[in-house]
């Protein structure tokens, strides 16, 4: 369901929408069912990922909290200052972090790296991106994160962040080329077994940096045909001595987009 509880079954494609002139007028054309009570079409819930042809972007060290976890996790190898660095400078760190078959939807399996001992889920509003660079909506991200590789040397930021099913989006995307009210949270629920291991939230005022920066600067000598999205950061991370195990369940809430669950896989 997407804002209100009005459901739409999305006839079309995803490329279509994200190269849509007017996306919200695509998706009233293209949906069955009431306008939810804003006057706001959206996508009903998937089980696929919300992508066709899109690249799935990242912005890093955009809230306080995840600055200071990367200069706590660096101490260790000896080196934390280019993170406090990058938080205060005007250019934002920016990297790739998926294609289509990396992305796995609502109810798939996330994974943790065979290689790394130390993961957690990273959960992040994420920008929809039409062909002509402007933000037409937003979905929920869940950018996997392996700590342990990123903290031995920045370097190997990639295959911290890259690999199969090291990103999940969903379970719906808000068609709404306004701002999110800054007072929106973001809530991330990891249950082991049935049971409750970590409850963590934040809120979209705590970002650092605006959504327009970020863009701005994600399309400098960069041209996306098919749109992409872009994640932008997270305000949640879970304490050192907790790392991710397979089959937990990874639950994050942003209103009013909905809850994305996957579960851990290896």
């Avoid at 090291?166 to 629920?189: H, M, Q, R, Y």
């Amino acid at each position: 369901m997407v804002d209100g509880g009005a459901a739409y079954l999305l006839e079309g494609n995803w490329d279509e929408l994200f190269t849509a002139d007017d996306p919200a007028e695509w998706v009233q054309r293209q949906t069955r069912g009431p306008v939810d009570g804003r006057g706001t079409p959206g996508i009903s819930e998937r089980r696929e990922a919300p992508l066709g042809h899109q690249e799935v972007w990242a912005a890093g060290v955009t809230y306080r909290r995840s600055c200071e976890a990367r200069i706590q996790e660096s101490l260790k190898t000896g080196g934390a200052s280019h993170y406090d660095r990058v938080y205060g400078a005007t250019r934002p760190e920016l990297f790739f972090k998926a294609n289509p078959h990396r992305v796995v939807g609502p109810g798939q399996n996330v994974r943790i790296r065979r290689d790394s001992k130390w993961n957690v889920p990273e959960p992040e509003l994420t920008l929809a991106i039409n062909r002509s660079g402007r933000i037409f909506g937003y979905t929920i991200g869940n950018d996997m994160s392996s700590r342990d590789i990123e903290a031995e040397n920045p370097l190997y930021l990639p295959q911290a962040k890259i690999y199969s099913g090291c990103c999940a989006l969903g379970p719906a995307v808000l068609i709404d080329e306004k701002p999110l009210n800054p007072d929106t949270s973001i809530e991330l629920v990891i249950r082991r077994k049935g049971k409750e291991v970590f409850r963590g939230q934040t809120h979209l005022s705590e970002m650092k940096r605006s959504w327009k920066s970020l863009v701005d600067y994600l399309l400098r000598d960069n041209h996306f045909p098919f749109g992409c999205y872009l994640m932008t950061g997270t305000g949640i991370v879970p304490p050192d001595d907790f790392t991710l195990q397979e089959a937990d369940e990874i639950n994050i809430t942003i209103e009013p987009i909905g809850t994305l669950t996957n579960r851990v896989a290896v």
